[in-house]
C-alpha cells in the first residue's frame, strides 16, 4: 500500500505521504534513530510506533486544551493524519532543567532547576546544524512576523505548563523539550498550530524520584534499553497496559499456500 501514495518529504524519523483529502498529509513514523545532526544512526525497533502513539495522546490533549494542532487522527499504529502546514523553520526549545547543550554552553551544572522557564530559538537548518538565533534574527529575516512570534511564544509556555503537569503527575520531570510549528491558511485566515511530534524524541524525561533517563539521551549516550524507557513512559500515560510491548504491532508473515 506504501509504495503507490505519493511520498512527498523524508526525512530523519518520519516520512510524509500525501493525504486522502487535499491539505492533509500523511506522518508516518519510522524506527531510524538519529543524533548529532544525523551522524550517529541506528534501527531501534518498535520506536515509531511508540512515538507515533505518545505523541497522538499529548497532540489530542493539547487540541482540547483550545490550542490548535495540525493534527487531525490517527490512521494505524504508525501512521497519522495531519493538516498541511507551512512549516516555520525554527525549532522552539522550552527548558525548565538545565541539561544538555544549556549545561554545556553555559557551565550549569546537568539537574539544576531553572529559575524559570527559557525558550531558545533555533534556525531548521541541517546544512548550518540548526544555529541558535533570537528573535531579531527572525523577524529580520522574515521566518516569522512579530506577531507570529508572539503567538509561538505563548503558546510555548502554555504547552509547557500543561505538559510539565502532566508528566508530574506520572512521576516524571519535564526537563526540556522541542516544538515546530505551522502556518495553517483556512479561507482568509491564517492559523499559527503546533506541528511535527511531541514524543521522548524530543523531549527530556527524568522520573521524579531515581532521575533514570526516560528519553532519546539514552540513544545519544549510549546507554541502552531506549525502547523500555518509551515503553515505560507509554505506560505511565496510560497508552499501553502493563505487560503490553510493541511486539504486537509488528507485522505479521502470512503464508500463502
Ligand atoms: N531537540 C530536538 N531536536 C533537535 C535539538 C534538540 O528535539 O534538533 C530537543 C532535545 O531532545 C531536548 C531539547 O530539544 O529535549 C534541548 O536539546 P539541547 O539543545 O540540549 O540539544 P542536544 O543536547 O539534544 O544536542
Given amino acids: 500500500m506504501n509504495n503507490k501514495r505519493t511520498r512527498i518529504y523524508e526525512g530523519k524519523a518520519k516520512i510524509l ?6 491539505g492533509t498529509v500523511v506522518v508516518h513514523f519510522k524506527d531510524d534513530a538519529t543524533a548529532f545532526n544525523a551522524e550517529k544512526k541506528a534501527v531501534i525497533d518498535g520506536k515509531g510506533v511508540l512515538n507515533q502513539r505518545i505523541s497522538e495522546f499529548l497532540f489530542t490533549k493539547i487540541n482540547d486544551m ?22 516555520i523553520p525554527l525549532e522552539v526549545v522550552v527548558r ?19 529559575p524559570r522557564s527559557i525558550i531558545e530559538l533555533y534556525y531548521k537548518n541541517d546544512s548550518l546544524g540548526d544555529p541558535m538565533v ?9 521566518w ?23 508528566f508530574l503527575g ?21 492559523r499559527i498550530v503546533l506541528a511535527d511530534e511531541i514524543s521522548p524524541d524530543n523531549c527530556r524525561l527524568w522520573d521524579i524520584k531515581t532521575n533514570d533517563k526516560l528519553d532519546k539521551d539514552r540513544f545519544r549516550r549510549d546507554m541502552g534499553g531506549l525502547v523500555e524507557a518509551y515503553q515505560e513512559v507509554a505506560r505511565r500515560l496510560g497508552i499501553i497496559q502493563a505487560n503490553e510491548t510493541t511486539e504486537r504491532f509488528k507485522p505479521k508473515l502470512v503464508k500463502s499456500d
Fill in 170 to 190: 506520572i512521576g516524571i520531570k519535564l526537563v526540556d523539550f522541542k516544538l515546530e510549528f505551522g502556518r495553517f491558511y483556512e479561507n482568509d485566515m491564517m
Fill in 134 to 142: 533570537t528573535e531579531e534574527h527572525v523577524t529580520a529575516f522574515g
Fill in 17 to 22: 505521504y500525501e493525504g486522502p483529502e487535499p
Fill in 66 to 87: 483550545g490550542l490548535p494542532t495540525h493534527f487531525l487522527r490517527s490512521l494505524n499504529m504508525r501512521e497519522q493524519l495531519v493538516r498541511e502546514v507551512e512549516i
Fill in 96 to 114: 525548565n532543567i538545565a541539561a544538555g547543550s544549556l549545561s554545556k554552553r553555559l557551565g550549569i551544572e546537568e539537574g539544576k532547576q531553572l
Fill in 144 to 166: 516569522a512576523t512579530p506577531q507570529e512570534m508572539d503567538d509561538i511564544v505563548h503558546m510555548s509556555i502554555r504547552i509547557n505548563d500543561f505538559l510539565s503537569g502532566l
